[in-house]
């Protein structure tokens, strides 16, 4: 698979170090030629001094059979730029940007680039997971977080442990989904009891979190006890 | 008739004067506050300070009313974006940038964007002025 990442800031360097690791047949589009020399004593790989933005340097480049395109540049208009000729020009397949203002997120996708990455959001979404990692940790986001994977790590402690899984009073927006226990995948039933060491898998979405955290600490599980 | 002009360079700050003389509703965008003072007091139209593409920047501009919203930065990449927002997002009837570098007028082209390209329609005056002259 080709590729082509226009942009050999920290963000490009590392990318095409990554992906060149991986196998993957890259090229790098970097302006600064003091950059490419740097990055050429490095890396082995396609380089190509010029701006990513100009067609002549896009086509340098082999973006005529490119499958993925990566704007990585610390601009976000060149970024979208650079995705809007590989679309509409190139008719290339996947095309990502780099956003480096949060704001422009949605413009961004109401223009039709295809995936957004915005490195404010991902370190604000690491240091909440940082928060939260003893009770429940963000696993995946869908959707910029309309859907969410979560998992939890059942502990001393928690009230869920030893209940069955129907017994749970959840809240309605999630789905219990999988329990990893000694490695094993269990494939979730009412009947299914939480143990001690678990790392329980659910689906739900943002706005749902806060629910079920406190739920773990305190009221899941007191149904179950009334019960008995 | 509303009209935005984007940068507010030598050539966006006399657009936007003589247009707001003219009669017409003018607002002027540009990221460096500096520029906007060339405007000077005499300005009959409305200044803002911000990111060029801006939505807030924009629907502050009156995007939604405009009937044509002029590009006229010195970046190329900043008059495209801008273009393609106020085209495709907003709607806005006429969208016209400036060309800076004349090699990136193809771009231009496959993103549809109407243009002003003034390196060559200096270059071509000059030339008549040339070839006016006997050999």
Not at chain 1, 134 to 161: H, P, S, Y
Not at chain 1, 173 to 185: F, G, H, Q, T
Not at chain 2, 18 to 25: I, M, R, S, T
């Amino acid at each position: 698979m080709k590729s082509i990442i226009i942009g050999g800031g920290k963000i490009g360097f590392n990318l095409l170090k990554t992906l060149k690791d991986r196998g993957y047949n890259v090229t790098l589009i970097e302006i600064d030629e003091e950059t490419c020399k740097a990055i050429a004593e490095d890396i082995d790989s396609d380089i190509i001094c010029g701006d990513g933005t100009s067609l002549d340097v896009l086509k340098d480049a082999g973006i005529n059979d490119a499958d993925i395109i990566a704007a990585v540049t610390g601009k976000d208009e060149e970024n979208l730029v650079i995705c809007q000729i590989a679309k509409k020009g190139f008719n290339i397949g996947k095309s990502i940007a780099r956003i480096n203002n949060p704001k422009n997120i949605p413009m961004f996708k109401a223009l039709g680039v295809d995936q957004t990455v915005c490195s404010t959001e991902v370190i604000a979404d690491l240091i909440e997971y940082e928060f939260d990692r003893d009770i429940c940790k963000i696993v995946q986001t869908f959707d910029r977080g309309a859907m969410i994977l979560v998992e939890v790590a059942v502990k001393d402690g928690n009230r869920w442990i030893n209940q069955y899984v129907k017994d749970l009073s959840l809240p309605s927006e999630c789905v219990i989904v999988s329990i990893l226990r000694d490695e094993k995948a269990l494939f979730v039933r009412g009947d299914t009891q939480i143990r001690n060491g678990d790392n329980i898998h659910i689906i739900t979405n943002r706005a749902t979190v806060p629910e079920i955290k406190k739920q773990l600490h305190s009221g899941g599980a007191q149904n179950a006890k009334q019960k008995k | 008739m509303n009209i935005i002009i984007i940068g507010c360079g030598r050539l966006g700050s006399t657009l936007a004067l003589e247009l707001a003389d003219a009669g017409y509703n003018i607002a002027v965008i540009d990221s460096e506050a500096k520029k906007l003072e060339a405007l000077g007091s005499g300005f009959n139209g409305l200044a803002i300070r911000g990111i060029e593409y801006d939505n807030n920047i924009l629907k502050q501009a009156g995007i939604s009313r405009a009937s044509f919203v002029i590009l006229v930065t010195p970046d190329d990449n900043l008059n495209i974006t801008a273009a393609l927002i106020a085209k495709n997002i907003f709607k806005v009837p006429r969208v016209i940038a400036k060309i800076n570098n004349p090699s990136k007028k193809d771009v231009f082209k496959v993103l549809d964007i109407e243009t002003i390209n003034p390196t060559e329609l200096i270059s071509y005056m000059i030339k008549s002025k040339i070839e006016g002259e006997p050999k």
